[in-house]
């Protein structure tokens, strides 16, 4: 006696984008580095991941889906309470505000040369300041739709201590939203703060790894839809069959500055 076979699945999957064998930490000063160089700080720009652990491109979509949260690692900037609290005023007036970041999903705008992306979706800004010496995953009220090819950068628009510098220069990388002054911190705002905007990520930055990934629940793929390519066999009305119809199931499309002067 054969059993009968069960419904096939077309269940979604959860993919961390920019996750390689280096898990996202929060960046510390090497030892050998002084306060005033340890330009841990991304300052009012975007940030994109280009290399990590050899993998270029790491926070390339590859199916199309939703981004549901994304993940940091902030830097305590010192073991000393008192000294972290003079090194966030600076901060602060220096750059325009409390720590913030926003997970952005950019396209690529034009010739791989070019180097040039457009915003295609943002979340609002997220206060992170008291999360700072912390690894933090934040969930997103609102989901972003991204598409196969799309990539995840991260924005700020004042400051936030995402970056592990001193690492290998051959398999860490990232880009900013910047196209001089590259040697310096960005201390007007560069960051793609709206959708539509197209920038040059000119400024490149070997031997720097910014600590952030993405969440994406993909989009569960039809096994056998119904819709596709639907005829009428010959010599039955298509009236006779309209009442069997079956409502459409299917889903919608969906740098840096140093932490003491």
């Not at 996202?24 to 002084?34: D, Q, Y």
């Not at 720009?45 to 940091?72: H, N």
């Not at 703060?193 to 000119?202: N, W």
Request: aromatic share 4%; with cysteine; proline share 8%.
């Amino acid at each position: 006696m054969c059993a009968a076979a069960g419904p096939a699945s077309a269940s979604a999957a959860v993919v961390e984008l920019g996750a390689t064998a280096s898990p996202v930490l929060a960046p510390a000063c090497p030892k050998n580095v002084s306060p005033a160089n340890c330009t841990i700080i991304l300052t009012q720009s975007t940030a994109l991941e280009t290399v990590r652990d050899g993998i270029a491109s790491p926070t390339v979509v590859k199916q199309a889906g939703q981004i549901v949260a994304f993940t940091v690692g902030l830097s305590a900037l010192s073991s000393n309470r008192t000294t972290s609290r003079t090194d966030i005023h600076y901060l602060d007036q220096t750059y325009g505000g409390t720590t913030r970041a926003a997970v952005t999903v950019l396209r690529r705008t034009g010739a791989a040369s070019l180097r040039r992306w457009t915003v295609i979706a943002e979340s609002p800004m997220i206060h992170l300041q008291p999360y700072l010496g912390q690894v933090v995953q934040i969930p997103l009220a609102t989901t972003l739709p991204v598409l196969p090819g799309d990539t995840i950068a991260l924005t700020t628009s004042t400051w936030v201590p995402v970056l592990s510098i001193d690492v290998s220069r051959t398999r860490f990388a990232y880009r900013q939203s910047r196209s001089s002054n590259c040697n310096n911190p960005a201390t007007t705002s560069q960051a793609q703060l709206r959708p539509g905007v197209s920038t040059q990520y000119v400024c490149n930055y070997p031997g720097t790894r910014v600590e952030y990934s993405a969440t994406e629940v993909t989009s569960p793929v039809a096994l056998d839809p119904i819709h596709v390519a639907f005829r009428p066999a010959a010599g039955v009305r298509s009236s006779t069959l309209r009442a069997a119809h079956v409502p459409d199931a299917r889903p919608a499309p969906s740098g840096g500055a140093a932490v003491a002067r």
